[in-house]
Nanobody, 128 residues
């Protein structure tokens, strides 16, 4: 069982920045591919970004490319999402998720069904 706890959300003006963090309670954090998802009011939860076990491979939804950066620190068991140039449409609850993977796995996953563990979420609100 892996517990994930997000932090770093808040209220920010459009154009501002936030850095989300997700701490994982496992001694084998490096065995997991990680992802960030978000859910806006009245909408389904959607994929935002993913990163492989080593941090060398990343994937982003088109709407955040060039603005958001996913990274990880395997020594500290922490996943990050640096969010710059925030827009009101980025307002949502942001969730981190973990997927048990292997070093040979080539494809990062965008489907929620592919992830095994989820955090409780952190609210991000961007005002115009």
């Amino acid at each position: 069982q892996v517990q994930l706890v997000e932090s770093g959300g808040g209220l920010v003006q459009a154009g501002g920045s936030l850095r989300l963090a997700c701490v994982a309670s496992t001694s084998t954090f490096g065995n997991y591919a990680m992802g960030w998802f978000r859910q806006a009011p009245g909408k389904e939860r959607e994929f935002v970004a993913a990163i492989n076990w080593s941090g060398l491979k990343t994937d982003y939804v088109d709407s955040v490319k060039g603005r958001f950066t996913i990274s990880r620190d395997n020594a500290k068991n922490i996943l990050y999402l640096q969010m710059n140039s925030l827009k009101p449409e980025d307002t949502a609850v942001y969730y981190c998720a973990a997927r048990l993977s292997t070093a040979s796995e080539l494809r990062l996953r965008r489907s929620q069904r592919d992830y095994d563990y989820w955090g409780q979420g952190t609210q991000v609100t961007v005002s115009s």
